[in-house]
């Protein structure tokens, strides 16, 4: 009996003879691996199926992915009755607030994982089950590296709670109620009953924060089902996306239509335009720059400024509304906003059910009367919810969630309160002895992508004790840093350079007198420019490093805000050129 030879159609082998491991003998590889495989309990009518692989992010360390067994098994049941065998298997999962010294750090170690993980198993098809703020584009940033099928499964936000007959949940109300506690407005004890009410349920948090952000993203680049962003997390709605994204990963797999036929230009556009319609988490166009680095794409945050100009808010939910995800999802979900959106939209971008954009949008139907989804007409927000300044303290850019920060305080100029790091902020921010009123700016340095390191969400510099009680609720806050979606203010972030390599930002001293002005997307540091260079030169900046691990991965390739934060070599080998176009 003779032994056949894979080698010369390795390249178009599916199912389990897809990746052979290496002994020298394709047919005795293949042979081995049906082996163990059957010692599972599967039969050769099972093994000659598309393999699906199910990217599995359940931990007990993840509540927001809480849901992720029944997940798991609703797009098993899809991927079976489409005629698949499903196969799942685990991968690094990170939750926001278990994760030191911040999820961002370790957001590209996740990628690495999904991708190297993708390409070591044998897959016709991934589904990609996240949620929780760094998942979803650790997973798309992965599977664009991977190149195969892929189709995107967010967990699904949270159900609201209740504190005295008041709706609440995480985390806008998180920091809300937190500052009224800082404040001396509430007591301990009813801190501890609104804390028993934030969460009231698994999943994700249920205002317009970095997941909900990333789920909406996700539907807008064409990487989840139509209506697969707002179901919420334990509801029979999710359990149906479910099935139906294990059932079109099989058809994917069927159509080999792989994820670079998704992620295009256009897709990243579209991306672009409900970021800035959803009052979107300042977070996501860091993830939009580094999933689009992965397939030779940069962003252009100039661009992005420009269309902010025609892109008003028109999702009525925290932190720049009053609503909550799953008011998003009864108002109809994307479809509802992408209707409203239609005329900006790039509609012949495809999505992962092979249809375009447009294609769904008409599918969807007319829509319904609601009161979530505002129109063009009678927007949250005139402009875009993010706004990108320039100048001489952020010559690379920053940005501003202008749709949740105080209209008085967006032209301003006033006298620099600074904060070398993260530990300095804590040891003094509380302090009565702290010099600063309520029209000064605070300045905290080194939270960027290495001053941090992994640019942490510090950027959120609470209001000082001292002014808090006095009733101030506002301050200019500016930072190399990165907030929470579901944070709210007049707070500059994403300042670049960072300051740990010796941008502009570490060389601002208490006292130096800085001008905001969003109407001009203006971020200035009004010191000359000799009396810096004479800093620069006093104290020249000494850029973090490690010895070794991971850590010394980090410091040595990762990228500026403005690219993403993603590790140099995992970014596309060629620019094939900027988005939009």
Sequence with gaps: MSRRNQSDDQPEATGLKKGLTSYGDNGFSLFLRKAFIKGAGYSDSALTRPVV????????YNPCHGNMPQLLEAVKRGIMLAGGL???????????SFSYPTSMYLRNLMSMDTEEMIRAQPMDAIVLIGGCD??????????????????????????????????????TDCRRYWGKYRAQ???????????????????????????????????????SLPGGA?????????????????????????????????????AFENAMRVLLAIGGSTNGI??????????????????????????????????????????????????????????????????????????????????????????????????????VLQG?????????????????????????VVFEDAADLALRIDSDELDVTADDILVLKNIGPKGAPGMPEAGYIPIPRKLAIQGVKDIVRISDGRMSGTAFGTIVLHVTPESAIGGPLAYVQNGDRI???????????????????????????????????????????????????????????????????
Excluded: W
């Design 392 to 416: 001489n303290l952020a010559p690379g850019g920053a940005i501003i969630k202008q749709s949740s920060a105080d209209a008085g305080l967006m032209e301003h100029e006033g006298r620099a």
């Design 515 to 581: 001008r905001l002005s969003v109407s001009r997307r203006e971020i200035s540091l009004l010191v000359s420019e000799q009396e810096l260079a004479s800093r620069r030169e006093r104290a020249p900046v000494v850029v973090p490093s490690a010895e070794r691990g991971y850590k010394k991965l980090f410091l040595d390739t990762v990228t500026q805000a403005d690219k993403g934060v993603d590790f140099d070599f995992l970014r596309a080998p060629q620019t094939k050129g900027t988005v939009p176009r």
């Design 230 to 266: 707002s179901p919420p997390a334990v509801t029979a709605d999710r359990m149906r996306i479910a099935e139906l994204t294990g059932a079109q990963a099989v058809q994917m797999a069927h159509d080999k239509l792989t994820i670079d036929k998704i992620l295009t230009p256009d």
């Design 286 to 387: 860091v993830h939009l720059a580094a999933i689009a680095g992965r397939v030779g794409l940069d962003i252009d945050l100039q661009a992005l400024d420009r269309m902010g100009k025609d892109t008003p808010v028109l999702l009525d939910l925290k932190p720049s509304g009053q609503h909550y995800m799953e008011d998003f999802h009864k108002a109809g979900g994307m479809a509802t906003l992408l209707r409203e959106l239609k005329p900006l939209l790039k509609l012949d971008a495809l999505t992962v059910t092979g249809r375009t954009l447009g294609e769904e949008i008409e599918r969807a139907g007319p829509g319904f009367a609601q009161t979530v989804v505002k129109s063009a007409a009678e927007p949250i927000y005139p402009q875009g919810g993010i706004a």
């Design 185 to 223: 407005e509430i007591d301990d004890q009813e801190i501890a009953d609104v804390n028993n009410q934030l969460v009231a349920s698994v999943g994700t948090c249920s205002v317009m924060g970095t997941a909900s952000t990333m789920a909406c993203l996700s539907e807008a680049l064409g990487m």
């Design 134 to 171: 760094k998942t979803v584009p650790a997973q798309l940033m992965g599977a664009a590296s991977a190149g195969i099928p892929a189709i995107e499964l967010v967990t699904g936000s949270m159900l609201t709670g209740s504190h005295r007959s008041e709706r609440v949940g995480a985390c």
């Design 86 to 96: 499903p196969l799942d298997f685990p991968t690094i999962s990170i939750h926001e």
């Design 53 to 60: 692989g199910i990217a599995n992010t359940g931990s007990a």
